[in-house]
Nanobody, 114 residues
Framework: QVQLVESGGGLVQPGGSLRLSCAAS????????MSWYRQSPGKGRELVAT????????SYADSVKGRFTITRDNAKNTLYLQMNSLKPEDTAIYYC???????WGQGTQVIVSS
C-alpha cells in the first residue's frame, strides 16, 4: 500500500533553516509528481510546492518562492523540502502528497519562533 512518512520538522528561530523529508513506499515513486502542503491553525491546507516525476520542473507558492526548494531523490524514494529564511508565518504542519490518487502523509510540525 502507498505510504508517505514525513520527518524533519521541529522548532526553529526566525531566519533559520530546516529540511523536511518524505519517505515514500508502496509505489513506483519515480513515476509520480509530488507536492508539499501545509496547514496552519485555523486555516485551510495550502499548496507549498510541486515537483514533476523526473524532478525537472518545480513550482512554488508566492509566499515561499525564493526561500523554499523542493527536490527529490528517486533512487532513495524520498521527497525533500529545504526551507530557508523561515518566518513565524511558516509555522504549520507540513504534509507530502502524491497527486495521483490523493495520498497524504501524517504530517510533520514546523514551529518558527524566537
Amino acid at each position: 500500500q502507498v505510504q508517505l512518512v514525513e520527518s524533519g520538522g521541529g522548532l526553529v528561530q526566525p531566519g533559520g533553516s530546516l529540511r523536511l523529508s518524505c519517505a515514500a513506499s508502496g509505489f513506483f515513486f519515480s513515476n509520480y509528481a509530488m507536492s508539499w502542503y501545509r496547514q496552519s491553525p485555523g486555516k485551510g491546507r495550502e499548496l507549498v510546492a510541486t515537483i514533476t516525476a523526473g524532478g525537472g520542473a518545480t513550482s512554488y507558492a508566492d509566499s515561499v518562492k525564493g526561500r523554499f526548494t523542493i527536490t527529490r531523490d528517486n533512487a532513495k524514494n524520498t521527497l525533500y523540502l529545504q526551507m530557508n529564511s523561515l518566518k513565524p508565518e511558516d509555522t504549520a504542519i507540513y504534509y507530502c502528497q502524491r497527486l495521483t490518487g490523493n495520498y497524504w502523509g501524517q504530517g510533520t510540525q514546523v514551529i518558527v519562533s524566537s
